[in-house]
Each structure stands twice: as structure tokens, then as C-alpha cells.
């Protein structure tokens, strides 16, 4: 997510932080953490494909096509009447941004959390955060965020029908494809390849790019054929029709810019265009908002990791593009799947709060809201990360598997005093299970019933564990899928949940807080079994055995194989580290010796975790803005990366032996 501290640079060397600028977020964002508006309806059983089919003849739009955009959007899901994060409404996503609006849901992060992530760069107070920027008229936001409107105009129904009634919005939706292929001046052929252009204009984007990629994803629905159970428990089919040819040409004749030229580094399939990201000095040593590297030459490039930016798009443009904030690789906007890049891949971003990760991985920050379980991600957008992270993971060489492809939330604190303040995004509404299918990865068993490793994998629309704090401290979530189980003391619901001393240096448990990642194992994360007991299976998490629900009728987790370590013979335990910096013997002249500072957890004798990388100990030295004198350090010292709790840590290779389990 957007960070809460700023790496403005003071002549000492200390960060001040900037809160205030988030605060603008509350300009465009949806209201995203309300209950399902009042009167929202569900289809009857089987009532769903009918209202399609209905809606498409009657507007003359090809039903396959309004199926195709309607899964691009919204997978066919209805969200209760609730909008996404950009104010869209039902399975058409007809944006009503303005009716959506409202304050920005709680940060999270407790304030003190340095993005960088260095130990020579240090926080210091003085945060304020100003009045919220005052709500804009309808007519100053951009097409794509207030299609609601005009579908009630071209259909003749309510806009409040349209946000809470799913046929209507199937009807409304149908109405803008038809005006679209109107305004073309096309005829309403019956044809689905004479539907491109109006299908690129449906996407709302502003630049032909963009609005092309989104119109290929459509078509490529249309060829593959799709089918799923929706949010409403009904089954919906759209069968492939691989013969579809559309004529992509038509999108010259839309009148959208052309995105902005410069040294992208995206696949052909997305659109991505080029927004920098400042890299300039600006007074007594400052300098932001990232550092300039050599990757991979200097030091590999191992991890991805996922955020969601707690902003809109626009307002978060204008954060990395100041040089007093922070920085990312990369933004993906949630209507169509637009990415803008920020910064070269072989530089280094301020993103994840540990200098080490920050050092070996690319960001990733998703248009979103972790604490808004009624919001969703569209299905372009996913496809959109998705391809981007492929071909960042064949050009990197990056396993695609979760101890590489990260969340926010699974990156550790890099000593005890910032563990608190760790992100917590992208959340348990983050659908990992989904976007690994999309990675060509889906998580499926690779061992038999008594396997001595579990990856976690419930089914993400159905697993509905209770949240709390979303809107008030203590308060239930709306009710939303998730990707998370829980993890409890004991083999029971009724059991206590585990605790993290690191989150809670006083002995409590956790908390059902959508924050709280103290009890938590999310989708894709592998653990070694550590006893099995009926329907609950029991796995080693932060240095205790913790109990999850695994149902064989309804399991929460797959049987896996992996490589898992323990504390070598002779050893009661090992420490834990948040970083695997060098031995102090490996640092030159003139590089201050980074502490390798141990977490207040323990890996015991007995205990078994699973393995990601075997690394050296490096550390990137970059504290000036004359990047001449940047150095990467790198010791003899080797750590093992593991599956320590909800988030990722590291021991030393020589204080454990590894096994096949």
C-alpha cells in the first residue's frame, strides 16, 4: 500500500513522514465499507443467464458479447449492490463515482513504519494530515468513473435500479454497448467480431492502448468460453467460440491519446505507459524517491510483491511523483487494467519497508482498499497484474510460487521495533487462489492425505471467516470472501487464537482485526504438518504449533511436498531474522556495519518450516543521492528464507539442516 511515512531526508538523517498526503485520497474514493445499498437484489435461481440473454436481444448486442464484458468486469457477480473500488455497480461495473463517495477507510499502519526500510534512515513525528479535498462535481471526473448515469438515460431506469437490481444492470450495460456500436456507426450486427470498437469504448479508458488490451481480454473470453458459479449461486456459461476473428482496427477510430511514450519495461500484452517517478535532490542531502541500481548485475532481483494503494488512481499518480514521498515500481488501475510505470526495474523503490526486500524485489501497487471487504477487484485487472508479473518472473527468472511472490502483508519487519509497524496489505480479500490460476500456477495437491507440508487454499467465494475493524474497532466486516484461515491454539473454533510477540510483546492473543496478521495463513503459503486431529490440522507457525479448520469434505488446504529445515543437531533453537544482512567482516572501509539483529521469535528443536531461497547475506549501500558511491555488500554468510508465520523471515544456513518432506 502508499506508504504513511515520506523518505524526505532531513541533514541528520532522519525521515520525516507524510500522512497528510493520503488524506487527499478522500477525493474519489467509493464507499467501499457500508453495507450493500438497501433494496439490492439477488436473481432468482437460474433467473441470471435469462437476464442476459433477455437484455442482449433486445439492445441487439451479441449475447456472447455482453457476456465477455460482463465477465471482464465483474466475473458475473453481483457484490450484493455494493460498488468496486472505483465506484462501479453489479456485473455490467457501472460507475457511479460520485454517489460512491467517501472518507478513506482506516490506514493501515500504526504511523511508524519507515518504506524504506534502512536502518540508517529513521522516522521522526511531526505528521499532520489535512482537510480532505472537497468531493468534485460529476462533470470534472472521467468517463469511466460515471457510466451510471448515462445507462439510465439510454435505458430509461433509475440509477438507483441500476446500482441494486441485477437485471437492471444487465440492461443498462446492454444499452451503452448498443449506443457504443451506434456511435461507431455500426450497425447492431449479430456478428461478435463487429463489436470491437464498441467494446473498447465500453472500457472507459482514455487511451487507445488500454482501451485495445481491455477489447483483446473481452475477445479472448469470447474464443476460450467461460463458466462459474457467481456470488448469486448460479451457474453461468458463456461457450467458447474460438472462430471469432474481431477487426482490431476499429479502435483507431475512437479518438483516444495515444499513453505516454518512454522506457517502459511491460509485456506486449498490457498497456503501459511511462509516468516517472522523480529522482532529484532537493537540499541539504535530500533526495527521493528511490535509489539508482544496477539489477540484476549488482544484486538479483527475487521477489514480487503486491500492494494495494489505499488511494485512487489519480490521487495515487501524484504521490510517486513526488520527490518527498515514496516509490513503487509500478501502478495498475482497477476499471481496465491500465499500468503505469514508475521506475526502471534495474532501480530500486521505497515500498515494502525492508531495505533487504526493497533491494531484491519489484512493487506492485493495485488500485484498492484493504479494509473494504464490500469492494472487488475487477477481472481485468487481476488479468492485467497477472501479466505483468509473468513476464517479470521469466525475465528475473522468479519462481512463481508465494515465497516469491509476495503481499505487503508477508514481508517481515526488519528488527523487533518495526514489526508493529508493519502493512497489512493487500488483505484476506486479495483472491491469491484466483490470481495464481491466472499465473498459469494454480495451487492443486502435489501429495497424498499424510503429506508432511500444507499449502493453504479454501475456496475463496464460500470461506467467509469473520473480520472485525473494517469501519470501527471491534465492529464485524461485511460478510466477503476470503483467502485466509485462522489459526487457534488448540483444535477447536472455541480455542484461543496464537499469539505474536512480536505484534504483542505482553503475552496477548490475536485479534479477528482485518489488520491482525497474528493468526493468520493466507492462500498459496506452504507450512509443515505438525499433527493431524480429525477435521483440524495443526502446522508450526511463529514457534508454536498452530490449529487451523481443514475439513476433508470442505478442506481449507492442499497436501504438498517441499523442502522443510530444523534447528541442527546439538541445538535447543535458533534465532529469527527479518533480514539476511552480512557478517560485519565482509563490510569495506567506509560502509557503516549493518547489525544483524535477531526477531524476538524462536525457531525451536523439533519445529519444522518450509524453505524458500538460500541467499548470502547481502546488503545494498545507497545513502546519498550521487549514486556513484552505491555498493551492494555481499558475506559468506548464507540464510535460508522460510514460511515463519503469516509473514516471511530468515535463519542462518549454518544453524539448521534441510530435508525433503
Given at each position: ?15 520525516p ?13 467509493p ?11 439477488a436473481?432468482?435461481?437460474g ?16 449475447e ?13 457477480d ?13 456485473p ?9 463517495l ?8 500504526d504511523g ?5 526500510g ?5 522516522v521522526?513525528?511531526g ?8 468531493v468534485p ?13 448515462r ?6 431506469i ?8 441485477t ?13 457504443a456500436?451506434r456511435e461507431?456507426?455500426?450497425?447492431a ?10 467494446v ?10 488500454t482501451?485495445a ?9 469470447i474464443?476460450s ?7 448469486s449461486g448460479?451457474?453461468?456459461?458463456l ?28 509485456p506486449?500484452?498490457?498497456a503501459?505507459e511511462w ?12 533526495y ?7 539489477r540484476?548485475?549488482s544484486?538479483?532481483i527475487?521477489y ?5 494503494t489505499e488511494?485512487t ?43 533487504f526486500v526493497?533491494?531484491k ?10 479494509t ?13 497484474s ?11 527468472d ?5 515465497q516469491?511472490?509476495?503481499?505487503h ?19 484476506p480479500y ?5 490470481y ?5 500456477r494454480?495451487?492443486t ?9 500444507v ?8 470461506h467467509?471467516?469473520v473480520?472485525?475493524?473494517?469501519v ?15 489459526l487457534h ?6 480455542a484461543?487464537?496464537?499469539r505474536d ?9 490475536s ?11 493466507s492462500?498459496?503459503?506452504s507450512y ?9 490440522t495443526?502446522?508450526?507457525?511463529l ?5 487451523f ?41 567506509g ?6 539483529s ?17 541467499t ?13 558511491g ?9 540464510y ?13 544456513a549454518?544453524?539448521?539442516r534441510?530435508?525433503q518432506?
Amino acid at each position: 500500500m502508499l506508504r504513511s511515512a515520506s523518505p524526505r531526508r532531513t541533514p541528520s538523517g532522519r525521515l520525516p513522514k507524510t500522512l497528510g498526503a493520503l488524506a487527499s485520497a478522500a477525493l474519489l474514493l467509493p464507499l467501499l465499507s457500508a453495507a450493500p445499498p438497501a433494496g439490492a437484489e439477488a436473481p432468482e435461481a437460474g433467473a441470471l443467464q435469462e437476464q442476459f440473454a433477455r437484455a442482449a436481444a433486445r439492445h441487439g448486442v451479441p449475447e456472447s458479447v455482453l457476456l465477455a464484458v460482463s465477465y471482464l468486469q465483474s466475473r458475473w457477480d453481483a457484490h450484493g449492490g455494493a460498488p468496486s473500488v472505483t465506484g462501479g455497480y453489479g456485473p455490467m461495473h457501472l460507475t457511479d463515482a460520485v454517489t460512491a463517495l467517501a472518507e478513506a477507510p482506516p490506514h493501515h499502519s500504526d504511523g511508524t513504519e519507515d518504506a524504506r526500510g534502512d536502518s540508517s534512515r529513521t522516522v521522526r513525528s511531526g505528521a499532520h494530515s489535512p482537510e480532505p479535498a472537497p468531493v468534485p462535481a460529476d462533470g470534472s471526473l472521467p468517463t469511466r468513473l460515471r457510466t451510471l448515469d448515462r445507462a439510465s438515460a439510454l435505458s430509461g431506469i433509475p440509477a438507483e435500479e441500476l446500482r441494486t437490481r441485477t437485471a437492471a444492470n444487465i440492461e443498462g450495460g446492454a444499452a451503452l454497448l448498443a449506443a457504443a456500436q451506434r456511435e461507431s456507426g455500426r450497425p447492431a450486427s449479430a456478428d461478435p467480431a463487429d463489436w470491437y470498437g464498441a467494446v473498447a469504448r465500453y472500457s472507459g479508458a482514455d487511451d487507445s492502448a488500454t482501451a485495445a488490451r481491455y477489447a483483446d481480454d473481452v475477445f479472448d473470453v469470447i474464443r476460450s468460453g467461460e463458466s462459474r458459479l457467481t456470488d448469486s449461486g448460479q451457474v453461468v456459461t458463456l461457450a467458447a467460440a474460438p472462430e471469432v476473428a474481431p477487426d482490431t482496427a476499429q479502435v483507431a477510430g475512437l479518438g483516444l491519446r495515444r499513453p505516454a511514450d518512454g522506457p517502459v519495461e511491460c509485456p506486449r500484452t498490457v498497456a503501459c505507459e511511462w509516468i516517472p517517478a522523480p529522482y532529484e535532490e532537493f537540499g541539504d542531502g535530500d533526495y527521493g524517491n528511490h535509489d539508482k541500481g544496477d539489477r540484476p548485475v549488482s544484486q538479483s532481483i527475487d521477489y514480487i510483491v503486491v500492494h494495494d494503494t489505499e488511494a485512487t488512481w489519480d490521487v495515487t499518480l501524484k504521490l510517486v511523483q513526488d520527490p518527498t514521498y515514496v516509490s513503487w515500481q509500478y501502478s495498475l488501475r482497477s476499471s481496465d487494467g491500465h499500468i503505469a510505470q514508475h521506475v526502471a526495474l534495474k532501480d530500486v523503490g521505497w515500498h515494502a519497508g525492508n531495505w533487504f526486500v526493497n533491494a531484491k524485489s519489484v512493487g506492485l501497487e493495485h488500485e484498492g482498499f484493504l479494509t473494504a471487504p464490500d469492494s472487488w477487484y475487477t477481472e481485468a485487472m487481476y488479468r492485467s497484474s497477472a501479466r505483468l508479473v509473468r513476464y517479470l518472473a521469466a525475465r528475473y527468472d522468479i519462481p512463481l510460487d508465494r515465497q516469491h511472490i509476495l503481499g505487503h502483508d508477508n514481508v517481515p519487519g526488519t528488527v523487533t521495533s518495526t514489526i508493529k509497524g508493519m502493512h497489512t496489505d493487500p488483505g484476506p480479500y486479495w483472491d491469491w487462489a484466483h490470481y495464481f490460476e491466472l499465473l498459469g500456477r494454480p495451487i492443486t495437491p502435489s501429495a497424498g492425505p499424510r503429506a508432511g507440508v500444507v499449502t493453504i487454499r479454501p475456496d475463496f467465494g464460500s470461506h467467509r471467516p469473520v473480520y472485525t475493524g473494517c469501519v470501527a474497532a471491534g465492529e464485524a466486516c461485511a460478510p466477503h470472501g476470503s483467502g485466509a484461515v485462522r489459526l487457534h491454539t488448540g483444535p477447536s473454533a472455541d480455542a484461543p487464537l496464537v499469539r505474536d510477540i512480536g505484534l504483542r510483546p505482553d503475552g496477548q492473543e490475536s485479534t479477528t482485526g482485518v489488520n491482525d496478521t497474528g493468526a493468520r495463513a493466507s492462500t498459496g503459503q506452504s507450512y509443515a504438518v505438525a499433527e493431524r486431529r480429525g477435521d483440524w490440522t495443526a502446522v508450526w507457525y511463529l514457534g508454536q504449533k498452530a490449529w487451523f479448520h481443514n475439513p476433508a469434505k470442505e478442506p481449507t488446504a492442499v497436501n504438498a511436498r517441499g523442502l522443510v529445515l530444523t534447528p541442527r543437531e546439538g541445538l535447543a533453537s535458533v534465532p529469527v531474522y527479518g533480514r539476511a544482512y552480512p557478517e560485519a567482516s565482509a563490510y569495506p572501509a567506509g560502509v557503516p556495519v549493518q547489525a544483524v539483529s535477531p526477531l524476538p521469535y524462536q525457531l525451536l528443536a523439533g519445529q519444522r518450516y518450509v524453505v524458500g531461497d538460500r541467499t548470502p547475506g547481502e546488503y545494498f549501500f545507497a545513502p546519498v543521492f550521487d549514486s556513484s558511491g552505491h555498493t551492494v555488500v555481499r558475506g559468506q554468510e548464507e540464510y535460508y528464507q522460510i514460511q515463519f508465520g503469516h509473514r516471511v523471515a530468515f535463519v542462518k544456513a549454518a544453524d539448521v539442516r534441510v530435508s525433503q518432506s
